[in-house]
């Protein structure tokens, strides 16, 4: 069952500018993490928000979290053409297994 | 840091074959996931082991089966390839519950012909 969805499902700007992502899911939620693959590779992630949380930041990324809405965006801020990749958030569907479910992704591309 | 491994980064495969995919982690984790990727499909969880010989089916186990028989190592068994298993297997782990970081491995590109 798919509980995230990313949006735009592809997204192409230039370096230095922001890029923003959004991810929407249906159920109550615990935490909500963003994930990144670059091209033919494993995710990687990038940071975890709690749902008592609203908004998070590591380095050049900003994560806002709006549980009334169900929806969370990822900002990426002056970006880079190394950041050229897939986004996904993850949710954790409000159990406490270790599952996460996977949206479909935010494919970025970043011109030099 | 936390490292995941996969068998095969390409794999090709006959239709009818008996498929492998394995994957080990070196930290410990309680937790071990099997996902299959395609394009405009996201993520998709084929199973989940959250201990040794434990195992949970996820979305789409049908035509998959999982072992395992030690902490470190879940293996994914495709018991006969069909076209339609063409995909890209991505293996995790994480440490116990949801707020803990999924490690990936690079992932296995498998095509059934």
């Known amino acids: 069952s798919q509980q995230g969805e990313e949006d735009p499902q592809a997204l192409s700007i230039q370096e230095g500018e922001n890029a923003t992502m959004n991810c929407s899911y249906k159920t109550s939620i615990n935490n909500l993490q963003w994930y990144r693959q670059n091209s033919g590779r494993g995710l990687v992630h990038l940071i975890l928000?709690?749902?008592?949380?609203r908004e998070k930041h590591s380095g050049r990324l900003r994560v806002t979290l709006d549980t009334s809405k169900k929806s969370s965006s990822l900002l990426i801020t002056a970006s880079r053409a190394a950041d050229t990749a897939s986004y996904f958030c993850?949710?954790?569907?409000?159990?406490?297994?270790?599952?996460?479910?996977f949206g479909q992704g935010t494919t970025l591309q970043v011109k030099p | 840091d936390v490292k995941v491994t996969q068998s095969s980064r390409y794999l090709v495969k006959r239709t009818g074959e008996k498929v492998f995919l394995e994957c080990v982690q070196d930290m410990d984790h309680e937790n071990m996931f099997w996902y299959r990727q395609d394009p405009g499909l996201g993520l998709r969880l084929i199973y989940f082991?959250?201990?040794?010989?434990?195992?949970e089916k996820g979305d789409i186990p049908e035509g998959y089966s999982v072992s395992r028989e030690k902490k470190e190592r879940f293996s994914l068994i495709l018991e006969s390839a069909s076209t339609n298993q063409t995909s890209m297997y991505l293996c995790?782990?994480?440490?116990?519950?949801?707020?803990?970081?999924?490690?990936f491995g690079p992932g296995t590109r498998l095509t059934v012909l």
């Open positions: 995790a782990s994480s440490l116990w519950d949801s707020t803990d970081t999924q490690y």
């Open positions: 928000i709690r749902s008592n949380e």
């Open positions: 993850a949710t954790d569907n409000s159990g406490n297994t270790g599952k996460l479910i």
């Open positions: 082991s959250y201990d040794v010989k434990m195992k």
